[in-house]
């Protein structure tokens, strides 16, 4: 169980902001933190792992990493932390990148199979790909045996094919070792996929948490699906309008009639929803 | 030619290596923990450091020759202690010129091993810490060895500049053979005397040993960074 109750001061891109987190977060817990860019999350994860200071509580499996009195350092809070950067030991090789963190050799041989590494093991952090340096970064960080992993954007400086592949490796590690974990991302497929639970920050703020189907599932009521999207182009054809829409990487075209396509402004974020067979734009 | 080489003393040489070697280990030590405060601060204070620290490689070494023989003398707070506690001189001693080299030098440690510190990952220091290393253990084990070449420019040019030092030395440490009388110091002593031919051959010592050392620096570096995939 770790308990988070935390204040801090930030000078975000949109001035000063307050970031206010209360959060209870259950063993083995999947947790999932998007929103957009400067709304806090990264400063969170930080201050989860002793990176940067903050007021408030943080306690974990009843030990107390942070309260008023007491703020243990980076290195006696068991922290798994994966950089989106990676973040190796350049100067050393794979093998000993994990066994700089635990001599447990053991463990280390056995996470590097298990994520198909073992065969780059005496190989230098210059001479992987992104995706392999990834893996090594997250064997790294469950060399600590962490009672909270933390990954920050992990996979979204790498291609769909390996972040497909690398998303099923932490799923599995998740299984393996049951560890708490905490991901920052914005693919929803990715935190559908691997999250129990999903949490929004908007300016510091949790805006929404609840359990990562109900927050990604957009369609309300008697829809039978419904898409997010931004409004490109609405032109009159004839005694129709068109309206060209991007949802992710498609380009939509959907028919309106002049009274539905009153209101609307190109650049618009739209949400794409129908009912049985008559679509509808609101 | 072989006799005319063997007749030279080569004393001011080993004088010249010996301090340097001294003043470069010195120099090491303390410019560590120093050049590692100034890479990570973010205090108010850093750029008064920065620049006091920078002093030397502007001052006309005369002015730093007088501050430190005056700071050195036994009329002096510090050259008193080290009189009255250790019994040694400063002043136109040898351990008087390892002081003065310090000063004179601290630069061109400081700088390259700052320039180093500053140019590695902050997220690699960070992933250390996260695995439970000390700072001490994370500044040998990984920023170190990440910064080759910079360490190794920090070492040589430390040690060459301190060879090639004249004015500080000669004000602090005069010219006492087999004491305070460095290679610099001596090719003076032979042109004033006129002795061409010996100032000629210590000249071309001094200058064939720093080319090889500097180019010894530059082809390592080129090296290092083909072999680690840097472009700089």
Redesign the interface.
């Known amino acids: 169980m770790i308990k988070i109750d935390i204040r801090k001061k930030l000078q975000g891109a949109m001035g000063a902001m307050n970031l206010e987190v209360n959060l209870d977060i259950k063993d083995g817990e999947f947790v999932a933190i998007s929103g957009e860019s400067g709304s806090g999350k990264t400063t969170l994860l930080r201050i989860l792992a002793g990176l940067e200071d903050s007021d408030g509580l943080i306690e974990v499996d009843g030990e107390i990493w942070q309260d008023s009195h007491n703020i243990l350092t980076p290195q006696k809070r068991k922290i798994g932390f994966v950089f989106q950067d990676y973040a190796l030991f350049e100067n050393m090789n794979i093998l000993q990148n994990l066994l700089y963190v635990n001599e447990d050799k053991a463990l280390a041989l056995y996470l590097l199979e298990m994520t198909q590494l073992q065969k780059l093991q005496s190989r230098h952090p210059n001479s992987l790909s992104g995706g392999q340096k990834q893996r090594v970064s997250i064997c790294r960080a469950m060399m600590r045996k962490p009672k909270l992993l933390l990954l920050d954007e992990p996979l979204s400086a790498l291609d769909p094919f390996m972040r497909t592949k690398l998303q099923q490796e932490l799923l599995n590690l998740h299984k393996e070792f049951n560890t708490t974990t905490i991901m920052v991302s914005h693919d929803p497929s990715e935190i559908y996929k691997l999250a129990t639970r999903a949490i929004v920050l908007q300016n510091g703020n949790i805006k929404v948490d609840g359990r990562t189907k109900e927050v990604l599932l957009k369609t309300q009521g008697s829809q039978k699906f419904s898409f997010e999207g931004e409004l490109l182009e609405l032109k009159k054809v004839d005694v129709i309008y068109i309206a060209i829409v991007a949802i992710g990487q498609q380009i939509v075209e959907v028919a309106l009639s002049e009274k539905e396509s009153y209101g609307f402004k190109v650049g618009q974020n739209i949400t794409l929803s129908t009912k049985a067979f008559s679509p509808t734009v609101h | 030619m072989f006799k005319i080489l063997s007749s030279i003393n080569y004393e001011p040489f080993f004088l010249s290596f010996k301090l340097a070697s001294l003043t470069m280990t010195i120099l090491f030590l303390i410019s560590l923990p120093l050049s590692w405060y100034l890479s990570q601060t973010k205090s108010n204070i850093k750029p008064f450091i920065e620049a006091i620290t920078a002093l030397p490689i502007v001052l006309p070494p005369s002015v730093l020759g007088f501050y430190i023989l005056w700071a050195l003398s036994a009329n002096s707070p510090l050259g008193a202690f080290f009189e009255n506690v250790f019994g040694v001189k400063l002043v136109f001693s040898f351990t008087g010129l390892v002081v003065a080299s310090c000063f004179y030098s601290l630069p061109f440690m400081v700088q390259p091993l700052q320039g180093g510190f500053e140019s590695i990952?902050k997220?690699?220091l960070?992933?250390?810490?996260?695995?439970?290393?000390?700072k001490l253990q994370t500044i040998f084990?990984?920023a170190l060895?990440?910064m080759k070449p910079a360490l190794l420019s920090a070492l040589i040019v430390t040690f060459a500049h301190t060879i090639g030092e004249f004015g500080v030395v000669l004000m602090v440490g005069g010219s006492i053979p087999g004491e305070t009388k460095v290679a610099s110091v001596a090719i003076y002593e032979m042109v004033e005397i006129m002795d061409y031919s010996t100032a000629h051959i210590y000249s071309i010592i001094m200058l064939s040993i720093s080319f090889i050392v500097l180019l010894s620096v530059y082809l390592f570096n080129a090296n290092y960074n083909k072999r680690?995939?840097f472009t700089k």
Not at chain 2, 126 to 134: P, T
């Open positions: 990952n997220n690699m960070e992933a250390s810490y996260l695995a439970g290393k000390s084990r990984v060895p990440n680690f995939g």
